[in-house]
């Protein structure tokens, strides 16, 4: 393993992490001590803002047991719990960041569903500047010309909240029949349909390719351009890739290769209610709306605007295939970020729940 600040290392910290989401035009500045939204604690101001590189601490320093986070690392070596990283922020520093195998901290990392994620975000921002109505606006208003009759009760939220009764079936055939079509708009436009809009929770990455579609046709730009421009340069987000469709939309549902420091990024600014460095990059309404739960899921987890509610500790995270994590505890100040290639997210849940979270002594 390679261990980056981790605390065996201790008590070397407080050093500057090299780097890895300024202002952008039209933004608003955000008043200070914006206040909690969605029932949550409002996190800590940062004394800095990681743009241009994470700054780390010890965890003792930021009230986290260090004895618990040996444990942690004992528990996934004892365990072989296959982790490519595993990052822990508090109150705005670094202060555990681990790298397995051949990883390290410029190791771009495929997301898979976290895309999701940051696909909503940008529906979100759009949705700020005017550019896209309600959540509650038929897809056929969204996308118009392209929707058949049959589908007109499909709204936005439907898609954002994996309720659009659409006929997708999660699996590689699936995804295969998809590749190989011209036209993915039009692919996931023809499905059947298999249910009621807004009936039951059925993960559709499909659906997801539908909001970079609307996002595209309701903007006027790629929303990759509007990704770079509005979200990843101001968060200071530099050196990631996103895989696109044939017509060069990037894929709203999957596609993202991003390191580990700048997942963290992500999460960051959903853990300020959007807020990074004095600007309201996202609306507070919006991330507030993302990551409550709309619908309930199969497990014991929610499901918000393309994020998953985890109600144990009042966390959120987006989730992404072989355990792709960016999970947030506002009333904690706390982010968890791992890559991986894992069986589900349940050893990583696991690990937050028996270390990382009893690990927080106030």
């Not at 606006?137 to 118009?144: D, E, S, V």
């Not at 998809?178 to 023809?190: E, G, N, V």
């Not at 994590?325 to 589900?344: F, K, M, N, R």
Request: aromatic letters at 8%; proline letters at 8%.
């Amino acid at each position: 393993m390679n261990h980056l600040s981790l605390v065996r290392l201790l008590p070397v910290a407080c050093l500057l992490a090299g780097c890895v989401l300024s202002a952008c035009a039209g933004m608003a500045p955000a008043p200070p001590g914006t206040p909690a939204v969605a029932g949550q604690a409002a996190p800590p101001v940062p004394k800095y803002w990681p743009t241009d590189g994470w700054r780390t601490a010890s965890p003792a320093s930021q009230d986290l047991d260090p004895a618990l986070l040996t444990q942690l690392q004992d528990e996934i070596e004892a365990q072989r719990i296959p982790l490519h990283s595993l990052l822990i922020v508090r109150n705005g520093y670094l202060i555990s960041e681990t790298y397995y195998g051949s990883d390290t901290a410029a190791t771009k990392h495929d997301v898979w569903s976290v895309t999701k994620s940051v696909m909503a975000t940008l529906v979100g921002m759009a949705q700020a500047r005017g550019d896209i109505a309600g959540v509650q606006t038929p897809i056929a208003k969204l996308l118009p010309g392209k929707v058949d009759a049959n589908k007109d009760a499909i709204t936005l939220e439907h898609l954002l909240t994996m309720t659009s009764g659409l006929g997708w079936v999660e699996s590689d055939p699936t995804f295969g029949k998809l590749y190989r079509s011209p036209d993915w708009t039009r692919f996931m436009l023809d499905l059947p349909m298999a249910g009621k809009p807004g009936a039951s929770f059925s993960y559709c990455s499909g659906c997801s390719h539908l909001l970079s579609a609307i996002v595209s046709e309701r903007t006027g730009e790629n929303p990759a351009a509007l990704a770079r421009r509005e979200l990843f340069t101001p968060l200071g987000i530099r050196d990631y890739e996103w895989e696109t469709d044939p017509s060069g939309l990037p894929i709203g549902g999957w596609g993202l290769r991003l390191t580990p420091r700048d997942m963290a990024k992500l999460g960051l600014l959903y853990l300020h209610q959007g807020q990074w460095d004095g600007r309201q990059i996202v609306p507070a309404e919006w991330v507030a709306a993302s990551t409550s739960k709309h619908t309930p899921t199969d497990g014991d987890l929610g499901y918000g605007y393309q994020w998953w509610t985890y109600p144990r500790w009042k966390a959120f995270a987006a989730l992404g295939r072989d355990g792709q994590t960016i999970w947030v505890a506002p009333d904690h100040s706390l982010i968890v970020v791992t890559t991986a290639a894992t069986e589900g997210h349940g050893p990583i849940f696991e690990l937050i729940d028996r270390f990382i979270m009893p690990a927080v002594q106030r």
